[in-house]
């Protein structure tokens, strides 16, 4: 009991520093602005940036590089109703693991807040959750794969060394095989030689008698 309840504990701690976190506080982007802080709990800088230009493109504006910020000119977004906005980006790596995204919407006077824009507040606040969680996802994913590729090569591995296993013990059966092949062979040699023994020693006494009877010869 005292397993598994240590088991379900190290779960539930794993799935709270796992949450994506969307905030409303102010942001320095090329200045201090209202915004959104999404804290993305997995992933580095540049899966991090890939994921939120993603996003950002799809958001249908003019998207540029700034020195330390991404600028999104003349946004579209249905949901956000008919007027564009600007919207302002900003990544920064989270020591701790994953990383930070700064977000500040600027609908044109004044820039989105909870307290004046309710509404749209709500719809981005759910759009950047989502893509939190996209990107959170996509870096976890690229970990997996990286993670597989590793233990498809231990595998690789594995089944080299069992390859080469069974490659010896066959090698060895086949020199057990050999040996009491070769035991055989030489019990039937040995039985050949004293055979070929009896028969050189008949022979020499043919010998024997062939030369006497030539000496015998006056």
Not at 68 to 92: L, P, R
Not at 115 to 131: I, P
Not at 170 to 196: F, G, L, R, V
Request: charged letters at 35%; a negative charge; proline letters at 1%.
């Amino acid at each position: 009991m005292k397993k598994l309840l240590t088991l379900f504990l190290s779960g539930l701690t794993l799935t709270v520093i796992a949450q994506v976190k969307v905030e409303e506080r102010s942001v320095n982007i090329n200045g201090s602005k209202n915004g959104f802080y999404i804290s993305i709990p997995y992933g580095n800088d540049k899966q991090v940036e890939s994921a939120l230009k993603d996003e950002l493109g799809s958001w249908k504006g003019k998207f540029s590089k700034e020195k330390d910020y991404f600028f999104v000119d003349d946004c579209s977004m249905k949901e956000m109703g008919d007027n564009t906005f600007d919207a302002y980006a900003k990544i920064e790596v989270n020591p701790e693991g994953g990383a930070n995204v700064s977000i500040a919407i600027d609908l044109g006077g004044a820039f989105l807040n909870s307290g004046e824009h309710g509404a749209q507040f709500k719809v981005m606040q759910t759009r950047l959750n989502a893509f939190g969680v996209k990107a959170a996802k996509a870096a976890v994913d690229d970990e997996i794969k990286a993670e597989e590729g590793i233990l498809k090569e231990k595998q690789k591995e594995l089944s080299d060394l069992e390859s080469d296993q069974a490659k010896k013990e066959k090698e060895i059966e086949d020199y057990k095989s050999k040996i009491a092949e070769n035991e055989k062979a030489i019990e039937e040699s040995k039985k050949n030689q004293e055979t070929k023994k009896g028969e050189i020693k008949e022979q020499e006494t043919k010998v024997q008698t062939v030369m006497q009877k030539k000496e015998a010869i006056k």
